[in-house]
């Protein structure tokens, strides 16, 4: 079947949101489009032209009559290839102690009300709450945080998220210092903007492993990074690669700090 793709036609997603087509570049294999009925998305997004024909049908008059038709809590057809979240799926992003961590506490069931008194007899979510806090690291911290709570949708994870960011972001900044690195070039970044930006394409990116969905035009379209293509893979994708070993070094101290607590816990267990 040939489909069609056309500036300014409209096509329904999978929550069955209208999708408005912005642009095409077809030598890209870009498309632009917005939810232009839905508030709560991002005013534009651009990925791969396969990818959005894989997540839209288009609108005829038959889907609208019956989107009319629905009530709340019903639905007039369903996408059966949904795909599942990859939230803090990605093999950078892997506490070896995370299954630890999440036997028998759930983000939703969590209550930071922690009584007084010593060592509980048996390891509870108590225990899972205060390895994260022992972790002296603030960045590592932040990230440990969201790779176990982060998929709340009732957690508020930001804080933590822009506490990563900066993190990677003033890495980048002294090592271009270190390295002699100047202003970026026929671009509006100031290079603590250009690094604030790439620490948050880098985070985002890897939390929801969106790599292998966009071009390196699309990330930095999505990142809001103004910056040409080839210009940012030449100049600049040394940082984005050193962000991404910061990264797993924070997972790693992480890791560390609470194989030290679990360490301390058993101690305490023999000994009680």
């Not at 408005?20 to 839905?38: A, G, H, R």
């Not at 108590?126 to 709570?149: R, T, V």
């Not at 804080?159 to 690195?181: S, T, Y």
């Not at 290079?191 to 390196?216: C, G, S």
């Amino acid at each position: 079947m040939t489909i069609t793709i056309e500036a300014g036609s409209e096509w329904m997603d999978k929550k069955g949101d209208v999708v408005k087509v912005l642009c095409l570049d077809c030598e890209e294999d870009l498309i632009t489009f917005t939810w232009p009925n839905n508030k709560k998305r991002p005013t534009e997004r651009t990925i791969s032209i396969d990818k959005f024909v894989s997540q839209v049908k288009p609108i005829d008059s038959k889907a609208e009559e019956a989107k009319e038709k629905s009530k709340p809590g019903q639905f007039t057809s369903a996408w059966i290839d949904e795909l599942p979240s990859n939230f803090g799926k990605s093999p950078n992003l892997q506490l070896s102690n995370q299954d630890w961590l999440e036997r028998g506490m759930h983000a939703k069931t969590v209550k930071f009300n922690i009584g007084a008194g010593g060592l509980p007899p048996e390891v509870n979510w108590e225990d899972h709450c205060a390895a994260i806090a022992m972790i002296k690291d603030g960045p590592a911290k932040a990230l440990a945080s969201i790779l176990l709570w982060g998929s709340d949708t009732n957690w508020d994870w930001s804080r933590q998220f822009d506490e990563v960011v900066h993190h990677l972001a003033a890495n980048m900044v002294g090592r271009c210092k270190k390295d002699g690195r100047s202003e970026p070039q026929a671009c509006t970044h100031r290079l603590p903007e250009l690094a604030r930006l790439m620490a948050r394409m880098v985070l985002h990116f890897e939390l929801y492993e969106l790599w292998d969905d966009y071009t390196v035009k699309g990330r930095l379209k999505f990142s809001g990074i103004e910056v040409n293509s080839s210009t940012y893979t030449n100049a600049w994708l040394t940082y984005q690669r050193q962000m991404m070993d910061d990264l797993i070094d924070m997972v790693c101290d992480a890791d560390q700090s609470i194989g030290s607590y679990r360490a301390q816990l058993n101690k305490a267990d023999d000994n009680a």
